[in-house]
C-alpha cells in the first residue's frame, strides 16, 4: 500500500528541513567567525616551539625586531606557493623583521624542506599551535618589537614582494 503525501504535508515538511538547514548554517558561521575573533587575539608566547635541533626557543628571544610569524605545513600547497614570494620580501625587510615558519609536523621532515629550500626563514616545531585554536594553514601573525601581535594574515599572501611589503610596513605603523 502507497502512501500518498499530499501538498500540505510536503510544504510543513519541507519548511521544517528548510529553518533546520538555516539554524545549522547560521551557528556555524557563528562558530567560524568566533574561532578567527579567538586566532586573531591568540597569544603566540603561550606555545612552545623548539628549533630543529630540539632546543626551546621563546619569542621574546626575538624582541626588538617586528616578527613575522606562518603557520604552515609541508604538505599544504597554497603555504609552499607563497614562501617564494615571503622570501623576496624578507630580502626587502630583513633589517627590521625576522621571519619565522613554524609546523607542527615531524622534525625530521621540517629539517628535508628546509634543506631543500633554502629560504631566509628561522624554521621552528610547535607541538601544540593546533590545540591553541589555529587548525588552518597558512595563518600569519605580525609581532611588534616588543612581541606583541599586532596583525593576523589568516589566508595565504599574494601580490608582490614590494606590495607585501608594503603592508607589513603599514601594519606596524598602525
Given at each position: 500500500?502507497?502512501?500518498?503525501?499530499?501538498?500540505?504535508?510536503?510544504?510543513?515538511?519541507?519548511?521544517?528541513?528548510?529553518?533546520?538547514?538555516?539554524?545549522?548554517?547560521?551557528?556555524?558561521?557563528?562558530?567560524?567567525?568566533?574561532?578567527?575573533?579567538?586566532?586573531?587575539?591568540?597569544?603566540?608566547?603561550?606555545?612552545t616551539?623548539?628549533?630543529?635541533?630540539?632546543?626551546k626557543?621563546e619569542?621574546?628571544?626575538?624582541?626588538?625586531?617586528?616578527?613575522?610569524?606562518?603557520?604552515?605545513?609541508?604538505?599544504?600547497?597554497?603555504?609552499?606557493?607563497?614562501?617564494?614570494?615571503?622570501?623576496?620580501?624578507?630580502?626587502?625587510?630583513?633589517?627590521?623583521?625576522?621571519?619565522?615558519?613554524?609546523?607542527?609536523?615531524?622534525?625530521?621532515?621540517i629539517?628535508?624542506?628546509?634543506?631543500?629550500?633554502?629560504?631566509?626563514?628561522?624554521?621552528?616545531?610547535?607541538?601544540?599551535?593546533?590545540?591553541?585554536g589555529?587548525?588552518?594553514?597558512p595563518?600569519?601573525?605580525?609581532?611588534?618589537?616588543?612581541?606583541?601581535?599586532?596583525?593576523?594574515?589568516?589566508?595565504?599572501?599574494?601580490?608582490n614582494?614590494?606590495?607585501?611589503?608594503?603592508s607589513l610596513?603599514?601594519?606596524?605603523?598602525?
Amino acid at each position: 500500500m502507497k502512501t500518498k503525501i499530499n501538498f500540505k504535508t510536503g510544504l510543513i515538511t519541507g519548511s521544517i528541513l528548510g529553518l533546520l538547514l538555516v539554524a545549522f548554517g547560521y551557528y556555524t558561521f557563528q562558530n567560524m567567525i568566533e574561532k578567527v575573533d579567538t586566532i586573531s587575539t591568540l597569544d603566540l608566547h603561550q606555545l612552545t616551539y623548539q628549533n630543529l635541533e630540539g632546543e626551546k626557543i621563546e619569542l621574546s628571544d626575538f624582541e626588538g625586531k617586528h616578527v613575522l610569524v606562518n603557520f604552515w605545513a609541508t604538505w599544504c600547497a597554497p603555504c609552499i606557493k607563497e614562501f617564494p614570494i615571503l622570501n623576496e620580501t624578507y630580502d626587502l625587510v630583513k633589517g627590521d623583521f625576522v621571519f619565522i615558519v613554524v609546523s607542527s609536523e615531524d622534525t625530521d621532515k621540517i629539517k628535508k624542506f628546509a634543506n631543500a629550500k633554502p629560504y631566509n626563514f628561522v624554521y621552528l616545531k610547535s607541538n601544540n599551535f593546533i590545540l591553541e585554536g589555529i587548525t588552518t594553514v597558512p595563518q600569519t601573525f605580525i609581532l611588534d618589537k616588543k612581541g606583541n601581535n599586532i596583525y593576523h594574515h589568516p589566508t595565504i599572501f599574494e601580490g608582490n614582494a614590494k606590495s607585501i611589503a608594503d603592508s607589513l610596513y603599514r601594519w606596524i605603523k598602525n
